[in-house]
């Protein structure tokens, strides 16, 4: 093979590499949590370590094969470690966990340098810590000799024979390659005849790469002509190679000696991005050919109906690569539990984090933008939130402070929320700290106006920093990410009730239905998820409380906001005017425009621009007719028209 065809082999096998340590990594953290509930609850959890065990032993052969050495040792280390409880099943401590998830902390960082081509960081603390956790230190990968125990003796059946050990080396060639033979199909045919107990990448003389495996096969691999046509040599392996093979993981029962077919298939998010931005082009073009439809005269039914027909169409393409790119937000929360742990050992108090809603599904590219977001929220939520122990027994709490993470799906959004049950916010010591720093600070200041003060780039409650809070950006970055992401970002709290951040973002950031409406000369789009309702407002329903327009709707009064004058036009002088009750995260609100124009499935434009970062707006989008309007937010919108200043709402008017 050329040197080019060795470098794009090895990319394709770093490539799944990485997939493969996510998903495992992902789980492994995910059992951790699992292993701490259960000892909490004075029990064991067998399948808990059973898995994690399994993942390591799999993120082990991966380390080996991408020849991450390393990364093989330290799997190998934890897995060892492991292999002690799965034996002997007992509630876990903390002393026993922590190493753990310290160790699979600094395997995912191993993953990530790698990753990113920087220096890897050291694994000897993470070594240290899982041999001070029991008298005997896990010896190095490579002169590990498995200790078999004697398997027990049944009437009913004679004993299992040992397996043969084989080694298969696979020399990859374009000419496999286009037959779809490569090292992952080669990988997955040895899983299923048997246990790959070794698996080490060599660079042959000339620069050809070659895979050896050592697989311990249970039936007999077959001819080897059979595996020689797939570029596959097979031959016994030696005994030293068996020797230094590390032990297999606990035998799997009878059910699971039969291998299931793979039904899934990894493909770069990269690829779905363009999916998604086709299928937006088409949405455009489709909103074209019905706005030409609408211009031809006389009746055109059958264009009409092809044209229904295709909106419904991409309608379901739309809703399948939505789907296509949803993950579990688990893929975030799992990674906290630990850092709560550790701020609150580095701080002096005692913190439990409680998790709602973890299998609720967004966007993978959301996942990716929300790590740092919830992060700082839940530091925040632990220097900044939780009272100290002594704290918390003088006032009748418990020590231990919660904080909870919880997810929901609503429709075409999905809400996020941190919350503690600490002191809360002081307002008074927030409004004190924003005055000296020179900022405008309003009176009175209610949660919308504190939670601006909070997010202003620089500005810090503390005096000092450390390395959990204090340097005045935390809040900062949570804001501007969620803007990028077109969610909103709100905040309550009330003293000695705690604090919660609500994060709301669209399920996915593409493609949205919504309201289009019109005021004076101008065009928006509301997302249609937002609109409760849509009702005629006569002007004799109209009251005035604090010089704020309400009209009372279904036992309740109902806040109303013109767009007419968040875009600075006069008022207009209809009798009736079309209303959207829009539901938000700060109550419902009444938005009063001139017309109505239909329901239109858009493309979604991020305003990214610094400079045009204007309080109630998401982002952009194009009509049928080549158009440019802008989608609305509505929480924003309800947050700034519920303040009791008139001075509040907002002004998009140049």
Excluded at 128 to 140: E, F, G, H, I, K
Excluded at 201 to 215: C, E, S
Excluded at 218 to 236: E, F, K, Q, Y
Excluded at 637 to 647: D, E, I, V
């Amino acid at each position: 093979m050329t040197s080019d065809a060795n470098e794009s082999l090895r990319a394709e096998l770093l490539d799944d590499f990485y997939a493969e340590c996510d998903e495992q990594l992902s789980n492994v953290r995910l059992q951790l949590t699992g292993l701490e509930h259960a000892a909490a609850a004075g029990r064991a959890d067998a399948t808990a370590l059973e898995s994690c065990f399994r993942s390591m032993h799999s993120l082990k052969g991966n380390a080996a094969l991408a020849g991450l050495r390393p990364a093989e040792q330290l799997a190998h280390a934890i897995e060892e470690r492991l292999r002690q409880h799965v034996r002997h099943p007992a509630p876990l401590p903390a002393t026993a966990t922590e190493p753990l998830a310290f160790a699979a902390q600094r395997l995912e960082q191993l993953v990530a340098a790698h990753r990113l081509q920087q220096s890897l960081p050291p694994i000897d603390d993470a070594l240290t810590r899982l041999n001070n956790t029991a008298a005997t230190p896990v010896p190095d990968v490579a002169a590990h000799v498995p200790a078999v125990p004697a398997p027990e003796v049944s009437h009913s059946s004679p004993p299992p024979a040992s397996p043969a050990h084989w080694r298969f080396s696979f020399a990859p060639s374009p000419e496999l390659d286009r037959r779809g033979v490569n090292v992952s199909q080669v990988r997955a045919r040895l899983t299923a005849l048997g246990e790959i107990t070794n698996a080490v990448p060599v660079i042959q003389p000339g620069g050809a790469m070659r895979f050896d495996f050592t697989v311990a096969a249970h039936t007999n691999p077959g001819a080897p002509d059979i595996w020689l046509a797939d570029g596959v040599t097979v031959s016994p392996a030696p005994t030293e190679a068996v020797a230094s093979a590390p032990a297999p993981p606990p035998a799997p029962t009878s059910a699971s000696l039969f291998v299931a077919p793979s039904h899934l298939v990894r493909v770069d998010l990269s690829r779905l991005d363009e999916l998604m931005r086709i299928t937006g082009e088409m949405v455009i073009h489709r909103s074209r050919l019905e706005e030409r439809i609408g211009r031809l005269p006389g009746n055109r039914p059958p264009l009409q109906e092809v044209n229904l027909a295709l909106a419904r169409s991409l309608r379901e393409l739309r809703d399948a690569l939505t789907r296509v790119r949803l993950v579990p937000i688990a893929e975030i929360f799992t990674r906290l539990p630990f850092v709560v742990r550790d701020l609150a050992r580095d701080s002096g108090k005692t913190a439990q984090l409680a998790i709602e809603g973890q299998h609720t599904e967004i966007d993978k590219f959301l996942v990716e933008r929300l790590k740092e977001p919830l992060l700082h929220l839940v530091r925040n939520a632990v220097t900044h939130g939780l009272e100290s122990p002594a704290e918390r027994r003088a006032v009748g709490k418990p020590e231990t402070g919660t904080i909870t993470l919880s997810a929901e799906a609503a429709s075409h959004s999905v809400l996020i929320r941190v919350r503690d049950d600490g002191r809360g916010i002081d307002t008074a010591r927030v409004a004190a700290r924003a005055a000296a720093a020179g900022l405008v600070v309003p009176e009175p200041l209610d949660a919308h106006t504190l939670l601006g003060l909070l997010c202003q780039p620089g500005f810090s409650t503390r005096d000092e920093a450390d390395r959990a809070a204090g340097r005045g950006v935390g809040m900062a970055v949570v804001q501007s990410t969620v803007r990028e992401l077109g969610g909103n970002l709100a905040l309550t709290t009330s003293p000695a009730g705690g604090t919660q951040f609500s994060l709301r973002l669209p399920l996915t950031l593409s493609i949205a239905e919504t309201f289009v409406v019109t005021a004076g000369d101008h065009t928006c789009a509301v997302p249609q998820d937002a609109v409760h309702e849509v009702i005629a407002l006569a002007s004799e329903q109209i009251r005035f409380v604090n010089r704020f327009e309400v009209v009372p709707h279904a036992d309740d009064v109902l806040p109303l906001l013109r767009l007419r004058q968040v875009f600075g036009l006069p008022r207009g002088e209809h009798a009736s005017a079309p209303t959207l009750v829009l539901h938000t995260d700060h109550g419902r609100i009444g938005l009063v425009v001139d017309r109505v124009l239909g329901r239109r499935e858009v493309v979604v434009r991020a305003m990214q621009d610094p400079l045009i970062q204007v309080p109630g707006i998401s982002g952009a989008t194009e009509l049928g007719d080549g158009r440019p309007v802008l989608i609305l937010d509505p929480h924003e919108l309800a947050a700034t028209a519920r303040c009791a200043r008139p001075s509040a709402a907002p002004s998009f008017a140049s």
